[in-house]
């Protein structure tokens, strides 16, 4: 995902392009054509800000900002092909973006119609809900801000609705998107299959007239108490006219939480349709409107049942506390033979399905969604219901009323309406703004009359253009499928250049953009298809076929153990092993939070890398945390990575040294003669296979594990350093060490570069990303062989007579018949004990190896008994 250019990077870019250029890395090493670009999301409210409070021109602003942000990329080592490199408030860019919005137009996808928005009564100007502080104000001029209906610009999203969703599908398959993705984008669709139920409403006058509800639980349709509808339901509207009381309800309507309880009982009496259907006696229910009644979802009525619905039982309780709750769905088979469920103090709602009770007449007995279906077929055989789809999904408003954004290339004619500006007209390029508009309000864009004064395209006479700009989520909906072709001035992009990158391989970023960008992006793609400019099969035109969300990173938080409040690095004493609070000498809490200013622990990338070198913080950012889970950003914890880094270094050196005894690099598969390499070589080879294999997967399919690969590449170091290159064949130090430059190279690309440029001195085989990748280092017939002669027995340590670990050491290959052989052999158990992990804890950190009293190795290795 591309970067808003606020002019520096924070750590969640650190951590979204690390993982994207060890992909793209990796890949080329692999031998593919890779397209690893990026570019700037670059219009919207900052710079216009910018522009307001200090008289900056939006573009020199967001212009300059790229430059810095541009410097810092490459300051990460990041691999971009900046040949491709786009930015959304290029005209260039945006003529595209304009020629999207007019092919939406022509079929009717892209149309005017009045919404709410935030109005500023002072500053007589429109404001985008950051402009809106949490009471409501104006952020500008402080009055109370007012909603408004305006006519605005819309995309007709829900016309790919069933796409959207039926595509979801697709996308799960083999896991190319977390789930978590996809349930959020299927919770935003929010397709509801139940049914529309009709009431009958009585007025004092006995006058009656049907109203209908959605519902998703036809089954409870006995359990039914109560009628609620929207504040705004034109039924309650007609009696607000001659109901000051409800009128002043009404009127509270901004003050009501979206969990209210509160209602308003209206002078109207509801029957259940049941009635009509088994002829039974009706008993008129109440009727109430309620805040919780949504008026743009379903029918925007509700049918209240409090046993089974959790508000409903809410509701019911506030307002009918006296009155019994009906269970008309149980559990259990066993109790449809109950009589009457009644219940006045009943806790829970019962939300789940079950089985109908005894008072549900001729469906008593049947399961929930059998019983459903039953109730609606009946009810529909005297039209009085009818199965019904619900979809939470809107048509996706894309005008802003400001100037830092794409214009929307309309033009309005007194004569002929509304007339889409000619493409060959296009780009309708932004008037520049200077500095005269300090401290204005308002859109710039309609104070600027030889911009906004046009000739009618159909008519010639005189006209006024558009000057709604577009949401810059519009601008982000289709970016990637300009990068294959990014200087096109002609069309979005060739066909040719379409079918041979789209769709995205693999899309990288922030788990916060799960819903709407995503979901654009989708929907627009979904539409380019359809236009026949990217080909996709039915099915499957998704734009981003593999999905890595990543976590969020969040700082070190320090809090002051009395009063919470955030404290400042300069408010803190840090030493090495303690920190303390200047003013009190407590320590304070530590915590892990959302970077923020007010939590004073955000931490800047450049400062970051500056101090650590870009290779350590990208090795470290991957290590810290699993890619998808939050990661707590602690730089007391980069020391490991360059203690790795360090030993890595060393082991190349100590190679460059051995290197006089042995020539050339490169040599992926020598052909070995096993029956030379000692027991370390073998160890050594057939540790370095198993990480390349295991690297090769987590880099290929398993990026979300790209913790486990620095781990990995950290035993395999270890293991080579407790070896030393010096006890190794000279061939196969040799491969193995390339082996890990190699695997490393994704990673910590300088690094690995620098190492290699030194190990390949006399070999002088370019640069380590032109060599190849190959998923193994030795073949398998070789592996098998030496895997066989590497028999291992485990070992059981005990020290001070305690068994403390198990560990698995090499067999004894030689027969121990003399002496020398049982030294040998005792050296050989000792060794490979402390080149474990627990080996190295148990006697090098919490036992001082050097002071060692007596060591007994028992039965070849079988035991090993230390006294400390
Ligand atoms: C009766 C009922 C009984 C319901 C029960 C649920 C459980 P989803 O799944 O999100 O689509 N509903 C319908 N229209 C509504 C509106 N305009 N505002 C607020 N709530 C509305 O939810 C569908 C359910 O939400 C519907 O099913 C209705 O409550 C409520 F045991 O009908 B139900
Ligand atoms: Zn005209």
Known sequence: MFAYPSGSLHMGHLRVYTISDVIARYRRMRGDRVLHPTGWDAFGLPAEN??????????????????????????????????????????SFYKHTQSIFLKLFNRGLAYQAEALVNYDPVDKTVLANEQVDSNGRSWRSGALVQQINLRQWFFRITHYKEALLRDLDYLSEGGKWPERVLSQQRNW???????????????????????HVFTTRPDTLFGVKYLALSMSHPLVLQLAANSPELRRFIDRRASFTPDTKEGFELPLRAINPLSQLLDIEPEPLPVYTAPYVLEDYGEGAVMGVPGHDTRDLGFWKLHRPADPIELVVSPQESQTGNTRTLSKDLQEAYTSHGILTSVCGPYAGLKSTEAGLKIVEDLNKKSLAEPFETWRLRD?????????????????????????????????????????????SGNPLDKIDDWVNCNCPKCGGAARRETD???TFVDSSWYFARFPDSQNEIELFSRDSAAKMLPVDTYVGGVEHAILHLLYARFVYKFLCSEGLVSGDEGNREPFQRLVAQGMVHGKTHSDPDTGRFLLPSELDINDDTVVVKATGKTPNVTFEKMSKSKHNGVDPSVAIEKFG??????????????????????????????????????VSNLVVQRSVYGGIESTMPSYNLDKLTD???HVLLLTQATRKNISHTFENDVYSLNTAISDL??????????????????????SISALLKMMAPITPAFAEECWEDLTKY?????????????????????TALQRRQKSITCAVQINGKLRFTAQIPSSQSGNATASDKAAREAEVLQAVLATEDGRVWLTERNDWDKRKRVVVVGNGKVLNIVF
């Open 189 to 211: 669709i929010g397709r509801s299959i139940g049914a529309r139920i009709q009431f009958t409403i009585e007025d004092e006058h006995d006058n009656s007239r049907p109203i």
């Open 680 to 682: 370390h070589d073998a």
């Open 50 to 91: 910018a522009a307001i409070e200090r008289g900056i021109d939006p573009a020199v602003w967001t212009e300059d900002n790229i430059a810095k942000m541009k410097q810092q990329l490459k300051g990460m080592n990041t691999s971009f092909d900046w040949d491709a490199e786009i930015s959304t408030c290029s005209p």
């Open 396 to 440: 996706w408003l894309v005008s802003r009323q400001r100037y830092w954004g794409t214009p929307i290339p309309i033009i309005h004619c007194s004569s002929c309406g509304t007339v889409p500006v000619p493409q060959e007209d296009l780009p309708v390029v932004l008037p520049r703004l200077d500095s005269s508009y300090k401290g204005q």
């Open 469 to 471: 700009t577009m949401d």
């Open 714 to 735: 950290i035993k395999l170091t270890n293991g080579l350093h407790d070896i030393g290159v010096e006890s190794l064949t000279a061939a196969v130090a040799q491969q």
């Open 614 to 651: 870009a290779d350590a913080l990208r090795a470290h950012i991957l290590f810290a945390a699993p890619v998808s889970e939050v990661l707590q950003w602690d730089e007391e914890k980069i020391v490991g990575i360059q203690r790795w880094l360090g030993r890595v270094s060393r082991l």
């Open 763 to 783: 070999g002088s085989v370019g640069s380590i990303f032109e060599t190849s990748w190959t998923a193994h280092i030795i073949t398998s017939e070789q592996e």
